[in-house]
């Protein structure tokens, strides 16, 4: 099986069938079980515990799931303008609470973005259990929709190839990825990546893993590829820079090691776990 990154995994019953049975639905509302997301400061509240924080039902906007009989729900909030501010406490959420903090948050954001018809520009209400809108004028129905990008290791005689974007933290080096684009497949899209931001040609993409990533709204798909070259052209208006790293510098970053030559990718990242899985192959995750 391939590994299972961080947001990934089923979370909770999803209960699909429920969000088209508005009784249904609202008997779980009206349930004393049933229990509501705390949100703050625009994002999913992480308590000291690392897990999301919950409280009594008053806006159950988006029916999140059902786990041991227990009903979730989320209000409809406003999600913070830079999500990426979640980062600093991200690292103290559990992996078991991860698919639902990606789930509302990534439904936030889509609702945020969506409130008006992209058919008829009439304003949408929400709609079966908040994972859909609908327009009360030309009855179009709309559903959250996911960017897919690929993040790829490419390998090139046992080192792999590591950039940094300007964003990064000092010293930190990361997968290279880059949207799918319209008409292309997944390998397509790592060779081109590849290419125009390293200027290396590759062969044998295969594929690693995937996960969710609600920043605001995206499906990173993991992949490796082998590089037919080591020579690199790196393009400076993507990456500050890009270089390769042996498998002992890898192990080394990882293990957090004060002398290691770069520092790597947080565990939420699915980067994180890319690097992982290439020690692991080959016996030598720390």
């Not at 684009?181 to 790592?190: D, F, K, L, M, R």
């Not at 044998?204 to 920043?215: I, N």
């Not at 002398?259 to 790597?264: G, K």
């Amino acid at each position: 099986m391939p590994p299972e990154p961080f947001f990934s995994g089923p979370g909770i019953d999803r209960a699909d069938l429920v969000r088209t049975q508005p009784e249904r639905l609202a008997k779980l509302v009206a349930a004393a079980s049933s229990l509501q997301l705390v949100w703050a400061d625009g994002l999913p509240a992480i308590g000291g515990d690392g897990q999301l924080q919950w409280q009594a039902v008053t806006r159950p906007d988006i029916f999140l799931g059902i786990s041991d009989g227990i009903a979730f729900f989320s209000e409809l909030a406003q999600p913070h303008a830079n999500p990426r501010a979640a980062f600093d406490t991200m690292g103290l959420l559990t992996a078991d609470d991860g698919p639902l903090f990606a789930s509302a948050l990534s439904l936030a954001s889509w609702h945020a973005r969506h409130r008006f018809c992209s058919n008829c520009g009439a304003e949408t209400g929400i709609a079966k259990g908040g994972w859909s809108r609908e327009c009360p004028f030309c009855s179009a129905q709309h559903f959250p929709r996911v960017d897919p990008v690929v993040i790829m290791l490419a390998e090139h005689d046992g080192r792999l190839l590591l950039g940094r974007q300007p964003q990064y933290p000092q010293g930190r080096y990361s997968a290279l990825a880059g949207f799918v684009e319209p008409g292309e497949s997944i390998e397509a899209a790592v060779a081109r990546e590849l290419h125009e931001e390293a200027g290396i040609a590759v062969a044998d993409v295969r594929y690693v893993a995937s996960q969710p990533w609600p920043f605001p709204s995206s499906l990173m798909i993991g992949a490796h590829a082998r590089a037919l070259g080591d020579e690199l052209t790196v393009d400076t208006t993507e990456l500050d820079d890009a270089r390769w790293f042996t498998r002992d510098e890898v192990a080394a970053a990882l293990s957090g090691k004060e002398d290691a030559a770069f520092l790597p990718p947080p565990r939420f990242a699915i980067a994180r776990t890319l690097l992982e899985h290439w020690l692991d192959e080959r016996g030598t995750c720390p």
